[in-house]
Every structure is written in C-alpha cells, then in structure tokens.
C-alpha cells in the first residue's frame, strides 16, 4: 500500500483513515483508533468540553495500514491520509479539475496545473478522482490558500493519499532543509502563495447588518412566509423547494421538472442561502429562513444525524458573507464592465478612423439592356492576363453573374486541362481540388455551365481557322464514382489515345458525398482517401502500379495516372455541417480549396453573351493542343520562375516552417489541422500562379510577380475563412466548446451590426450598454450541428448550458431587474426575456485561447 509514497512522510506519525461514511458529506472525515474506547473515532482539531482535541491519536504509517486492512476485511472501503501540522516541514499543492469546468476551461486550467508541476518537480501523485494533482514539497507552515482550483496547505489539513505516483515527477520530495533545491523551492512556493494573495476578494468586506427596527421600518420589507412564497413562484421555484425540503443528492431529485443534484451539502446550503439573500437584505431574516428549512440539519445538534458533519453559526455567516460581497463586487463590476466596454468601443473607433483609407479600384461594370447593372469593387480581384479574360468572359455569359464563381470556373477549367501536361519546378502537377461554398438561389450552378459552355464551343470553333477540336470536351467529367476501385480504373491513361492527361471530375451538392464520408455511408469514405492520394500524384511521372483482388471488377491495372482534379458546389449548412475533424486531421480538407461567396443574388443577365469570342476560343484550343504535343512525348514542360518570385517563394516557405516549428507564441505548433492548412499553402500558391503562368504563355511559361502576388492573396483569403468558421466552432467537433465558440461569435455579430438582433428593435439603448437577450442567442445559435447533434439535451437546455458556461467564464452576467435600473434609471421597465451583459475585454481574452 502507498509504495511509492515518499519514505520522508511515512515516517512522521500524522496518519488517519477515512471513507465509513460513503457518499455523505462525511467521507472525507479523517478518523483514528482510540485504545480507550476501543473504537475508531473522528479526528478533532478543535475541541470543547465534552469533546476535547485528539490530535494525540494520529497513527503510524504501519498502525493506519493495519486499520485499512482490518476494516476492508469487514465491507468497509476506506482510504489513508496524512494529516498536515505546523510541526511538520511539508506542504501539499492539491490541483483538481471540477465536473463544472467547461471544456475550455478545463484545457486552461490543465495547462496551468502542468506548468506548477514542472516548476516544482518534486513528488506528484494522482488523486483518487483520477482528474487531480497532489505535489508534496517542504515548506515552512503558513496559512492555507486557495484559488482557481488550486489550494496549498502546510498545517491542519487532511490529504487523502493514493500513491499513485504521476510518472514524470521525481519519486523524492523536493526543498529538504539543507538541499540544493530548498531555496529554490521556498522562493517557489513564495511566488505561487502571494500570485493567490491577489485575490482574497472578501478580505476587509463589511458586511452591513441591518436591524429589527430597520426592518420594521421598511415599507418594502417581506414577511417570511412572503418571502418563502415569492421564491416558489418564481422561475427556478422548483429548485428552490428542492434546497427548502432538504433534498440534495441525485437519488432524491427528479431531474425532468427542474431539480438537480449537488455534488455536496455544503454546495446545496449555499444554493439555498443564494436564493434566501436574494430575496432579501436582512442577514437576520436569512438565518432564521435557513434554521426552519431541513437543508440546516447540520447546524442544530437535536436534528443532526448521526456521521453528519458539525456546522456551526459562523459557517451560516460566511455563506451570507459570500453573497453579499458578491453581490456587492457585481454592482460595482457591472459599471465597471460598461466603463471597460465603453473605452473599448472609442479605442475601435478611433482605430477605424486614423486608418489609411485605401484607394478604391477602378469601377467595373457590367451593363446589359438597362434592367440590369452590376458593380465590381467587392470581392475577388479578376485574375491577371489571360486567365481573368476567360473569367470576365464567362462572367458576362452567366445567366446570374457573379464574379467569385466565374474566377472559380476559370482556374477549375484550366486545372482539368493543363494539370500533368506542365509542373511546377518543385515537380508537382497543376491540378487543384475546388468547393463553392454558397447559398441556394444565388446561381452557384454557373460553376459547372460556365465550363460546360465554353468547352463545348472551343470543340466547335477552337481549332485553327475555326475547326473543331476533337477530345476536349473529356476535360469536364460529370461522373459519379461508385467505389474508390472505381475511381482508380478511370484515373489510368489510355496510351492509345491522343489526349491532355488530365481532367476535372465535377460534383453537383458535393455536401452529400461529404456527409457519406462522415458517417462513412457506402464507399464515400474510400473514395476520399483514394482522392487524398491522387492529389500527388498530378506530375508527368505519375505511375500507378494497379492493385489486385479476389475479384476481378476490383482489380486494377497498373499504368500512368491522369493528374485528377475536382470541383464541386454546396450550401454553408451542407458543407460546414459535415466536414468533421477526422476529415482535417487526415490532410483531405488541407488539399481543397474552399470558397465561400457571400454576394447577394444579381438580377438576371437579359444580355447575356452567348457565344464567347473567336480569339478566347483558339487561345483555349491551342492551349489544349499544347498539353495533348508534351503529353505525348518523354517530359513535362516546367512552369518557370521569375528571380524576385523565387525570392518570395523561398521567404514563404522560411515564413510557413518558422509558424509551425515556433507558432506565434514561441512554442511549437500542435494543431494538425493548422499545420497541414500551412503545409499546403505553399504548394497551392505555386500551382494557381503557375496556371496563370501558362494561361498567359503555354510554350515558354514563366511566373511573375502579378501572378505569384494574386494567387497568394486568393490562397490566403480561402485559408482565412476557413480557419474562422473552424476557430469560431463552427466547423468540425460539436462539443462544448465548440459550441462556446459559436455563441462568442453570435454575440460579437451583434454587437457589430452584422447579424441583426430582436432585443435591438424594441430597446435600441441595449446595444450601446452591450447587452445581448437570451431569446437572440436562442435564434441565431439553434440553426448550428454543433447544437443540434445533442442526444440527451434539447437545443434550448444546450444552448442554455452553453450560457452557464461563459457566465463561469465571466463573459457574460446575467441582468437582474435592479441592474436595469441602475443603467437606464428608476422609471425603466425591465424586459421579461432574460439578458446579459457582456465583457468585451473577457470576450476577447476567451476567444484568444
């Protein structure tokens, strides 16, 4: 028993047991043999008359293991702890992650526990909870403190110990009187002591008591039967009569109607004194409320049951204490907050205002018969050369032009025609993986017309003199892939056959087939890991030597590989809703490059161009042609680099390692998500800028600067989107703090203007004061998977939770009928919905970690 337990403290005699009282308040109670009584007894420290201190019986290390094993011997199941006094030279750092941390704040506060650790490297063993941390160090004795889940106790203290020593810790107690380590160690624990020192809130509070006379005095004043009835109507009545009857553990609560269960009396009794003071100010009037209800059994000796723990008046008092100082900070916190948020909103603003104004591009503007205009300055910069005339060009003969899908359909185009035929100096092939991520109705399926379209033409009219072009219709492949055995066979070259050696596979609602992948529906999810493969395997040398199977519709020759491309459209909801972390985790989504276009739907296009223009036509043809001539010799042709674009390769190559291996914060960065998103970023730079460099010169292409420059910010701008739908929760896990994440960002939406909110209309004056309504939160977050996907809850109780949640994290306080008043004045009406106010500055800080 307790092997690895450090020999310094087996040998001091300060041990005791405890655990005869399960699942009570009372087991943690240290007890000790006493020879007179024959008997175990609880260990007193402080004592009385009837019942004096009986320090004296600490056991032994060997006499308390004796006990152990006796006593587990009859069905008891009892635990060993020592005992902290003043006359002993330890101390122990007890570090616990509580069931009502959230997510987040469970990562913070396991990072912290690790550094105090590391700092300390001294004996550390796991607590019987399996979610704790106890560090044994010397120490003087001091006072005991506690703070942010972390205590420190050095004198009259019981520690349960497990010796189930932590692995990466020494098996030796570190600071011994004498050692090397006992300075450091004391300066340590110095440090960590006054870091807790910060924070000792209540220390000179004074509480104000009123008095019977002021009571009587009060026109406002509630009798105690009023005061009982008022908190049974309320909202949360239900738990209240719960804490007035007493009942508290999880087999005397019925969860379905409201109840709930405490992880200890002690956490019940505050609950109930919560309700008590907040009903009313009078601290007499709150003892007496407490005394009558069965929750204070503990506190009166003719009703305390026998094993229970002894509570005395000024426990009843600290609990008032407590609430009233809390009260207290809130009212003073809560100008303090509007004064924060308030220097925040001036500081923003000023920022906004002293900013450079950049010089609006030149205006480009679509004009049809008159019935319809539409101005380019918003989002994608037209593609230089070449490539932007095909993009501008089918914009113009899009029914519902839109500027984003017609760049997209252009550089789709070009990836399924040029992607082996030419290679980046780096080796790789020019195919690309693209998803248009847009809203219904908005005409997303231009995407696949556009390229539809001018292929079919450049078959016709692109050859020379206007011939036809055989073979280049193949470019676009519309097949649906029923295995990935499937996809292997049709990504094998015909050597027989004339042809560019590559093509695009297009997916009308590619959200489906990613759902399929995700809940690895039929072969959707062989499929993408054969398209994770194929994403290499682009270059001119691509080979693929077949597989084989016990069947034959299986089995594959070997041969050279078309360089595969994809493209496919979806919805926000579709997309977003199903791309989960297994999928980014494994590099599949680090390929693609997702698009999201936000515009708003045009009118339709009355003039629409029906027929491109000649010379688009056979540049497109002879572009073809080209990649059908190198194909069909021995070598690519390689798509050089101008010297400053070599430059700037290499300094995004140096910018992309030193993020990964140092992040931004100086250690090295663990998110594989992120690591593959910037990993591929260089690669997906060079193979759009490339394209464009061979849009602009198929025999002799060379990379510019204008090219390098555009397809960086057009890679940059998809990243960045992406990684701000994933870090606001909205993509990936639907745990909960993804779903923090989600709520932060609605909340942030509303408070700027971009997402409307109800509560606005009816009380403009709350978005000044950065106050958020529950029934909003309830609107815009209910729409997310990460709030759906619930099997226990429903969305309301989740997104309720979700609340609880940054209300412990301090981002959000709820608004109490008297704090309206104090914002808006006494003649104010309070709303009935539930609001919150928010903490710009704690937003933030959360939203960083």
Not at 373 to 401: C, H, I
Not at 477 to 497: C, E, Q
Request: charged residues 25%; aromatic residues 10%; glycine residues 6%.
């Amino acid at each position: 028993m307790l092997e690895l337990f450090p020999q310094e403290i087996k040998q001091y005699e300060q041990w005791a047991v405890c655990g005869f009282h399960p699942g009570t308040s009372s087991e943690k109670q240290p007890y000790v043999w006493d020879d007179d009584l024959g008997d175990m007894v609880p260990l007193r420290k402080d004592g009385n008359d009837k019942k004096p201190s009986n320090l004296h019986l600490l056991m032994s290390f060997e006499d308390a293991e004796r006990c152990i094993r006796y006593y587990n011997e009859i069905g008891h199941n009892l635990r060993l702890g020592f005992y902290l006094l003043p006359s002993d030279p330890f101390c122990c750092i007890d570090m616990d992650i509580k069931d009502t941390m959230s997510e987040m704040e469970k990562k913070v506060a396991g990072e912290r526990y690790k550094k105090i650790v590391e700092s300390f490297h001294s004996y550390t063993e796991i607590s019987r909870s399996g979610d704790g941390l106890h560090t044994w160090i010397y120490s003087i004795p001091q006072a005991g403190k506690r703070r942010d889940g972390v205590e420190v106790y050095s004198q009259y203290r019981f520690i349960i110990c497990t010796g189930d020593h932590w692995d990466v810790t020494p098996r030796t107690v570190s600071g011994a009187p004498g050692s090397e380590s006992e300075g450091y160690i004391a300066n340590l624990i110095h440090q960590l002591m006054s870091e807790m020192s910060e924070i000792n809130e209540s220390d000179g509070f004074q509480m104000l008591e009123l008095t019977e006379e002021d009571f009587s005095n009060d026109p406002y004043a509630m009798e105690d039967q009023d005061v009982y009835i008022q908190l049974c109507e309320q909202e949360n009545g239900t738990l209240f009569k719960q804490l007035w009857e007493g009942r508290w553990r999880a087999e005397e609560v019925d969860t379905s109607i409201g109840e709930r269960c405490f992880p200890s009396q002690s956490e019940a009794e505050f609950a109930l004194i919560d309700f008590l003071c907040f009903k009313s100010k009078y601290n007499f009037q709150v003892r007496r409320l407490f005394m009558y209800s069965p929750m204070s059994s503990r506190y009166d000796d003719s009703r305390r049951m026998p094993g229970e723990k002894i509570k005395r008046p000024y426990h009843l008092d600290r609990m008032i204490r407590n609430y009233r100082y809390d009260a207290h900070v809130k009212s003073m916190g809560l100008m303090q907050i509007v004064q924060n948020n308030v220097n925040a909103a001036i500081e923003r603003t000023e920022k906004l205002r002293q900013a450079t104004t950049p010089e609006r591009p030149p205006e480009e503007v679509l004009t049809t018969d008159g019935n319809y205009t539409e101005e380019q300055a918003d989002g994608l910069a037209w593609p230089p050369g070449f490539m932007g005339e095909v993009a501008r060009n089918m914009y113009k003969a899009s029914l519902l032009p839109i500027k984003d899908i017609s760049i997209l359909s252009a550089l789709a185009l070009f990836s399924g025609m040029c992607g082996k035929a030419w290679n980046t100096v780096t080796r790789s092939g020019l195919n690309n993986y693209f998803v248009l991520i847009a809203r219904s109705g908005i005409g997303k399926e231009a995407f696949r017309s556009n390229i539809e379209t001018i292929l079919s033409q450049v078959s016709n009219y692109g050859g020379q003199d206007g011939q036809q072009i055989f073979g280049i219709e193949r470019v676009l492949d519309t097949s649906t892939y029923a295995s990935d055995a499937a996809l292997r066979k049709d990504v094998i070259m015909d050597t027989s056959v004339m042809s560019c050696g590559s093509s695009i596979n297009y997916k009308t609602e590619v959200g489906a087939f990613f759902r399929n992948g995700k809940m690895e529906v039929g072969k959707a999810k062989d499929i993408m890991d054969e398209m994770l493969s194929l994403y290499d395997k682009g270059h001119f040398y691509a080979f693929s030597g077949g597989s084989k199977h016990s069947s034959k519709d299986n089995t594959t020759a070997g041969g050279k590989v078309k360089a595969y491309s994809f493209a496919g459209e979806t919805t926000p909801d579709e997309f977003y809703g199903n791309v989960d972390d297994r999928m980014m985790s494994s590099g599949f989504m680090s390929r693609i490059i997702a698009w999201e276009c936000t515009a708003n739907r045009p009118l339709m296009n009355k003039s629409m161009l029906l027929e491109y223009p000649e010379a688009i036509l056979r540049t497109i043809g002879a572009i073809y042609k080209q990649a059908v001539r190198i194909m069909s010799g021995t070598a690519p042709c390689y798509v050089e680099m101008e010297a400053d674009v070599h430059e700037a390769f290499d300094n995004l190559d140096n910018v992309v390692a030193k993020f990964l291996n140092s992040g931004n914060d100086g250690e090295q960065v663990q998110d594989e998500v992120i690591r593959q998103m910037y990993t591929r970023k260089a690669l997906k730079v060079l193979r759009i800028a490339s394209l464009l460099a061979v849009a602009d010169n198929s025999e002799r292409p060379v990379v510019t600067m204008e090219h390098y420059r555009w397809a960086e910010s057009f890679i940059d701008q998809g990243n960045e989107r992406f990684l701000e739908k994933r870090n606001s929760g909205q993509i990936g896990s639907t745990d909960s703090t993804s779903r923090e994440k989600i709520m932060l960002n609605s909340i942030k939406k509303f408070l700027d203007g971009e997402v409307k909110a109800g509560v606005y209309k009816r009380f403009p004056m709350f978005k000044g004061a950065f106050i958020v309504a529950r029934s909003d939160l309830c609107t815009y977050c209910r729409q997310f998977k990460a709030f759906k996907q619930t099997r226990n809850d429903n969305i309301l109780q989740v997104i309720d939770n979700t609340i609880y949640g940054l209300m412990s994290m301090e981002v959000l306080t709820e608004m109490r009928p008297m704090d309206f008043s104090s914002f808006f004045g006494a003649e104010f009406t309070p709303p009935r919905m539930k609001c919150y106010l928010v903490d710009i500055e704690r937003m933030n800080e959360v939203i960083k970690l």
